[in-house]
């Protein structure tokens, strides 16, 4: 029996009886020793990533096995080790799963899993990633956010004044909003709830949602799913997407130059640009861009606004709570991109367009009991460097 965990979009079991074995490594250390061992001990695995809520199953291969972990509310957690002797059936059973071909293992191969965890529910899609190492090939799979009803923007836990000036942003007809944060941060869900606000306040339109893969359907947009090894990259599903005319576009990753540059271009060509991009925190994000080689005049128009956000476990157990930053646009801030960005100048406008800090409502969070003080620690300490 599965239990809701707020927001954020996951479930967790309750404990298992007694007569289940009580962590996942004494469940695949009573597996039997025949060539099945790989079957079941993939389903133990994937099984275990849904019982805690994880965006990510990793197994990293070392000198004496492998290890499998977690990545649950961004934090990596072991789960069990692999010997030596079966971790090669147990990456040949994930290979099967993900239609890959077995015997190729000098190479880096990508494919997806219709994984079914309970009798009678539809298969959930998930993506497989197999990466040649020094001992052998690592594995990730990644799992989307769970088909729950998704909170609103307003229920996300915002401080009033945060939340306020990103709807405002977010009511322009064109530009684009920037989100950051490590992976299983809950980026996602609050780029669903942009989505749904977003619905909302335009009473319809054309939406479109370029992911890898997609996370939720939607009813109200056309959702395209990146195929690298089909053709259809980031670069050319959002080109493709672009000559829809869509009203507003959700980019689900730019990782590269051309992606992030035509994402901006969309931006100040009529649309509202929602995506995500790897730097760490709200003031990093147009340091990020201009260092990937976005030209200053580009970022300088198109940008709206910079979020970051970090996810942490309840302090009370069941359900998880979001601390957020953000930086929006000024006049002054425009002019600081637009002369390249230099370091001070930069710096000095985005203090003055800041709006919250992931540390001070971490340590608000943790003032008032909702998380533990230990979790948001590390924040204020990655604030002081």
Not at 92 to 119: D, N, S
Not at 148 to 159: K, N, Q, S, T
């Amino acid at each position: 029996m599965a239990i809701r965990l707020g927001a954020w979009g996951n479930t967790r079991s309750e404990t298992p009886p007694k007569a289940v074995p009580a962590t996942i490594q004494e469940a695949l250390d009573q597996l039997g020793h025949d060539d099945d061992w790989g079957v079941f001990a993939a389903d133990l695995l994937l099984a275990e990533a849904e019982r805690l809520g994880a965006s990510d199953l990793f197994l990293r291969q070392s000198r004496g096995g492998a290890e499998a972990a977690c990545l649950v509310d961004g934090h990596r957690l072991a789960v069990a080790c692999i010997p030596e002797a079966r971790r090669q059936l147990l990456l040949a059973r994930f290979k099967v799963l993900a239609r890959v071909p077995a015997h190729v293992r000098e190479e880096a191969q990508e494919g997806g899993i219709a994984w079914q965890p309970l009798a009678g529910e539809p298969p959930r899609r998930l993506r497989a990633s197999f990466l040649p190492g020094l001992h052998g090939e690592d594995l990730a799979v990644r799992f989307p956010a769970r088909d729950l009803a998704r909170p609103r923007l307003a229920e996300l836990g915002m401080a009033p004044e945060l939340l306020a000036r990103l709807q405002r942003s977010c009511a322009r007809r064109e530009g684009a909003v920037l989100l950051t944060g490590p992976a299983g941060s809950g980026k996602t869900t609050t780029l669903y709830a942009l989505l749904d606000y977003l619905n909302d306040i335009r009473g319809g339109g054309s939406f479109l949602t370029v992911e890898d893969p997609v996370e939720r359907e939607l009813a109200y947009a056309t959702q395209v799913t990146v195929r690298e090894e089909r053709g259809l990259g980031w670069e050319a599903a959002l080109r493709a997407a672009l000559r829809h005319a869509p009203d507003v576009i959700l980019v689900g990753e730019s990782r590269d130059r051309v992606t992030a540059r035509t994402a901006l271009q969309a931006g100040v060509t009529g649309h509202l640009v929602l995506t995500t991009l790897h730097a760490g925190r709200a003031e990093r994000v147009a340091h990020r861009l201009l260092a990937m080689g976005v030209e200053p005049y580009l970022l300088a128009s198109a940008f709206e606004a910079s979020m970051a956000q970090r996810l942490f476990p309840r302090a009370d157990g069941p359900g998880r709570v979001a601390v957020f930053e953000g930086i929006f646009a000024s006049e002054a801030l425009r002019t600081a991109i637009l002369r390249g960005g230099a370091e001070e100048s930069l710096a000095a406008r985005m203090a003055e367009a800041r709006i919250g800090d992931l540390a001070e409502d971490a340590r608000r969070l943790a003032d008032a009991g909702t998380i533990a003080r230990a979790d948001a620690e590390p924040l204020a300490e990655e604030a002081a460097r």
